[in-house]
């Protein structure tokens, strides 16, 4: 069955730092692979999505991710964070019909 | 109109009662899914229904019963349950069941059980 990892549970940064956020895929082939973010109280909303091609992939709110076979990653990276970025971010990949997300990465968002 | 609706947002319930949680998607899919979030642990996929037939029952206990009329409506019956059912209850749809299509989310169902 596929499967991601999310390494890191909490990561606080500084407002205005880089960001990185990461994401380890199982599968033996190219995965489909996709980030979400979860504000408080909300549902998911898609970040962007890695089908196949470049391996750099733009999101929507200046986010990217870029897909490393080598590494089974598929990283999330923001150059400069701002305080509305504070959410939970999840690492997804389908297995058969349906869904699975990593436990997610809680960003906390420092002044 | 948002694309997946669900109601109510804050649900309490005794572990004798019987409720529901209702989504609603205004995208025209296909697929819709149940999702149950807890603290501290991943996304579980609960049930999927493609074309209003259930593809998926991922072992979820008989306390918690689907239903899906049509494709824009899901249900989801609480009968009888427990203390550890108190979680986010998330609904998605997406355009059909393939792996590689985007989900929708709605914004949850916050359950508490006493």
């Known amino acids: 069955a596929q499967s991601v990892t999310q390494p890191d549970i909490h990561i606080t940064v500084s407002e205005g730092a880089s960001l990185e956020l990461r994401c380890n895929y199982s599968?033996?082939?190219?995965?489909?692979l996709f980030w979400y973010v979860q504000s408080p109280g909300q549902g998911l909303q898609l970040l962007l999505k890695?089908?196949?091609?470049?391996?750099l992939v733009q999101g929507i709110k200046g986010f990217e991710a870029e897909f490393k076979r080598s590494q089974s990653s598929f990283n999330l990276r923001k150059p400069s964070v701002h305080w509305s970025d504070a959410a939970e971010y999840f690492c997804?990949?389908?297995?058969?019909?349906?869904?699975?997300f990593g436990a997610g990465t809680r960003l906390t968002v420092k002044p | 109109e948002t694309g997946v609706t669900q109601t109510p947002r804050h649900l309490v319930m005794g572990m004798t009662n019987k409720k529901s949680l209702k989504c609603e998607q205004h995208?025209?899919?296909?697929?819709m899914y149940w999702y149950k979030q807890s603290a501290k642990k991943p996304l579980e996929l609960m049930f999927v229904?493609?074309?209003?037939?259930?593809?998926e029952n991922n072992s979820v206990p008989s306390r918690f019963s689907p239903e899906c009329p049509n494709s824009s409506h899901l249900f989801l019956h609480l009968h009888t349950l427990q203390p550890e059912d108190s979680a986010l209850y998330l609904c998605?749809?997406?355009?059909?069941?393939?792996?590689?299509?985007?989900?929708?989310f709605g914004p949850g169902t916050r359950l508490t059980v006493l």
């Open positions: 998605a749809s997406s355009q059909d069941q393939l792996a590689a299509g985007t989900q929708y």
């Open positions: 599968y033996g082939a190219t995965p489909y």
């Open positions: 890695y089908f196949s091609g470049d391996t």
């Open positions: 229904y493609n074309f209003k037939e259930q593809t």
């Open positions: 995208l025209g899919h296909n697929a």
């Open positions: 997804a990949v389908p297995n058969n019909n349906d869904m699975r």
